[in-house]
């Protein structure tokens, strides 16, 4: 069995088309189809249902590319880890980080690592939990930093970094500053801005107002990123958002709407999968991060 054979079945498995299969790796659509060919006749199974719109994986060629991804990955772990070693222990970490908490202590250990490492090279993805999560069960990063799921995925290993509050936040001269006591339902004035309906932070917060019989917040600026990425917008409106509180203590211009039935806690942390090789690099990073997020801990 021809390994360029398994790496165009993957492809095509996941364009759904040939064309576009053999459009990314850079080769023939004829060399795209008969390794494929030849995948299933050696394993003596159907792997795809052909038709004109494309490519569809039959049941038995689900189950298949699921296990191939797999082995796949951990060849790719191997690749790493034989490169580190030819590299004399440096090479390259991937990291996914999301945007608010990027500049909390996230640069600062990246520096100190280059410091350590100046031959090392740091590839990072700025992305929400969903698919920071969905890129490391893929394999494409090493590890990520992300608000970690009290059930645990069996797929990954959380390692805690310190423990944080989501909080809803506005600039500092809000109009609702000026009351003297705050309600849920006072929230229910304004507009906001939040990321998507799939992203945890959006369901937590509508979840909140429609336990308290609210209707749900307003949403006037959706989006796919961390709203911290879209602070200007806070600062130059009255819309509303919510973001970590230990990100909103290193921010200037925003004030915390101290509002009981509005604080969500979460611990952030690092998660990596399970069983996967992991770079020195990759180790000494998470250990700078550990030491720098000691002094979160302690507060």
Request: charge should be neutral; hydrophobic fraction near 45%; proline fraction near 3%.
């Amino acid at each position: 069995m021809r390994l360029e054979d398994l790496n165009y079945f993957l492809e095509v498995a996941q364009a759904g088309h040939v064309g576009r299969a053999s459009e990314k790796l850079g080769q023939s659509q004829p060399a795209l189809t008969k390794g494929v060919q030849r995948l299933e006749q050696e394993l003596g199974i159907q792997l795809f249902e052909r038709s004109a719109k494309g490519m569809t994986l039959t049941s038995a060629g689900a189950v298949f590319f699921e296990r191939v991804l797999q082995v796949r990955s951990s060849l790719d772990d191997a690749i790493k880890e034989a490169n580190d070693l030819h590299l004399g222990k440096i090479g390259l970490v991937r990291v996914g980080v999301p945007a608010s908490i990027l500049s909390m202590f996230f640069s600062d250990a990246c520096t100190e690592l280059i410091k350590q490492r100046p031959a090392a090279h740091i590839q990072i993805t700025i992305g929400l939990n969903d698919s920071l999560y969905s890129s490391l069960r893929l394999g494409d990063l090493d590890l990520c930093i992300a608000a970690l799921a009290r059930k645990g995925d069996p797929e990954f290993e959380q390692i805690l970094l310190f423990n944080d509050e989501l909080v809803v936040i506005a600039r500092d001269r809000h109009p609702l500053l000026d009351r003297r006591s705050l309600r849920l339902a006072d929230l229910c004035d304004y507009s906001w801005l939040l990321p998507n309906a799939n992203v945890v932070a959006r369901r937590l917060v509508e979840a909140r107002f429609a336990e308290a019989g609210l209707p749900a917040p307003n949403v006037a600026m959706e989006t796919n990123s961390s709203a911290a990425a879209l602070l200007s917008v806070i600062h130059s409106s009255d819309l509303l958002t919510v973001l970590g509180r230990r990100t909103v203590a290193q921010t200037q211009g925003l004030a915390i709407l101290e509002i009981a039935a509005a604080r969500w806690q979460r611990s952030i942390g690092v998660l990596r999968r399970k069983d996967a090789y992991q770079s020195p690099l990759a180790q000494r990073l998470i250990e700078i991060l550990l030491e720098r997020s000691r002094v979160y801990r302690d507060t």
